[in-house]
């Protein structure tokens, strides 16, 4: 399996990625490229001190449409066969989606179809949730919406601000998102509607 990363932040889960890889967890993988729409990402040192390519194609002054079909072009080129989102803040057109069929996942800091969209962690604490937690999903048309392949529930305690349960929900993040495509390469999962199923 050929992985393409697509980052626009800190990275962490991407390192996560590429530690389980390396490691053997995540098993016959390897991360081909790392891609951030934002040149000050900081997971982009953090990829090349892998080791790995990294490419910055900025969406600034041109269509969606124009800056999917680079980022599509590139991944190609290196024979990427599974796209990650690890912190990539930007919607992905149907164009993209169909280019990788169930062949994209996203991570998202909460247990969906609670609180998609931006600032997850905040959404919770402000809902006054007792329980949230993180969400690894394939990805589809709609934002934070795909099915789902695994949750880890986080208890929001009550001195929590929105940093410390961000942190907490971080740590389970990166385990989830290891765990999810270790499926994925072992070939374990099936889709059937908006249930995935995992094959014995
Ligand atoms: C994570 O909380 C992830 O769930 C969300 O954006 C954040 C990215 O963090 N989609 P990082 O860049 O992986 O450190």
Partial sequence: MRLGILISGRGSNMAAIIEAVRSGKIPKSEVSIVISNNPQ??????????????????????????????????????????????GYMRLLSEGFIKAFPNRIVNIHPSLLPAFPGLNAQKQALEYGVKITGCTVHF??????????????????????????????????????????????????????????????
């Fill in 139 to 200: 990805v589809d048309e709609q934002l934070d919406h795909g099915p789902i392949i695994l949750q880890r529930s986080v208890e929001v305690k009550e001195d929590d601000t929105e940093q410390t349960l961000s942190e907490r929900i971080l740590q389970q993040e990166h385990s989830a998102y290891v765990e999810a495509l270790k499926l994925i390469a072992d070939d374990r999962i099936r889709i059937c509607g908006r249930r995935v199923i995992l094959k014995n």
């Fill in 41 to 86: 990402a900081k997971g982009l040192e953090k990829a090349r001190a892998y080791g790995i390519e990294t490419l910055v194609i900025s969406h600034k002054g041109i269509k969606r449409e124009e800056h999917e079909e680079r980022i599509i072009t590139e991944l190609r080129k290196r024979k990427v066969d599974f796209v990650c989102l690890a």
